[in-house]
T-cell receptor, first 113, second 113 residues
Framework: DAGVTQSPTHLIKTRGQQVTLRCSPKSGHDTVSWYQQALGQGPQFIFQYYEEEERQRGNFPDRFSGHQFPNYSSELNVNALLLGDSALYLC????????????FGSGTRLTVV | GQQLNQSPQSMFIQEGEDVSMNCTSSSIFNTWLWYKQDPGEGPVLLIALYKAGELTSNGRLTAQFGITRKDSFLNISASIPSDVGIYFCAGQLYGGSARQLTFGSGTQLTVLP
């Protein structure tokens, strides 16, 4: 049973560009959350998608947007990249039953130069 | 917003020793989670706590959900080399349908042979 799959694993972009990161949730999971993890820090919540809608959003600017597809997979888009957007972007999925822990993917390492 | 204070920031211990780390919060949580993150990987769930005062074990790991719902600790007994990594606490507060996680800044554990 595949866990959470993220692509690509590494990415280098230039300041001002746009980027799309992809996530396939664990089988049986319907909710996808995205987190940004800067070097030496804990993950910070970006937003959560459920039933193809953004259900909750953390303290991130509108340059960060997302989408969830009918098969529960998700994309994270970041526009007008800044150097400070360099981080590990983690996708986490969770099942319909409340109270079960999230399963995280291995992340996409984004470097903005 | 909610913040988690995790301590210590780093630990160097001898193989076979016991380890203790803790998290405190400025506000309450419904759930406390402990994750371990290895280099290049996403966080992996170690223990989940759902009830104030709950004490839960997973092999050599023991964690407790503080009675005030504002703190939690993780103990690792008889440490081994594979315990090396970064340990994160995370709190979860259910509000409506929201289930975001708030993470601590991590404890870097090094086990010396």
């Amino acid at each position: 049973d595949a866990g959470v799959t993220q692509s690509p694993t590494h990415l280098i972009k230039t300041r001002g560009q746009q980027v799309t990161l992809r996530c396939s949730p664990k089988s049986g999971h319907d909710t996808v959350s995205w987190y940004q993890q800067a070097l030496g820090q804990g993950p910070q919540f970006i937003f959560q998608y459920y039933e193809e809608e953004e259900r909750q959003r953390g303290n991130f600017p509108d340059r960060f947007s997302g989408h969830q597809f009918p098969n529960y997979s998700s994309e994270l888009n970041v526009n007008a990249l800044l150097l400070g957007d360099s981080a590990l972007y983690l996708c986490a999925s969770s099942p319909p039953q409340r109270g079960n822990g999230y399963t995280f993917g291995s992340g996409t390492r984004l470097t903005v130069v | 917003g909610q913040q988690l204070n995790q301590s210590p920031q780093s630990m160097f211990i001898q193989e076979g020793e016991d380890v203790s780390m803790n998290c405190t919060s400025s506000s309450i949580f419904n759930t406390w989670l402990w994750y371990k993150q290895d280099p290049g990987e996403g966080p992996v769930l170690l223990i989940a706590l759902y009830k104030a005062g709950e004490l839960t074990s997973n092999g050599r790991l023991t964690a407790q959900f503080g009675i005030t719902r504002k703190d939690s600790f993780l103990n690792i007994s008889a440490s081994i080399p594979s315990d090396v990594g970064i340990y994160f606490c995370a709190g979860q507060l259910y509000g409506g349908s929201a289930r975001q996680l708030t993470f601590g800044s991590g404890t870097q554990l090094t086990v010396l042979p």
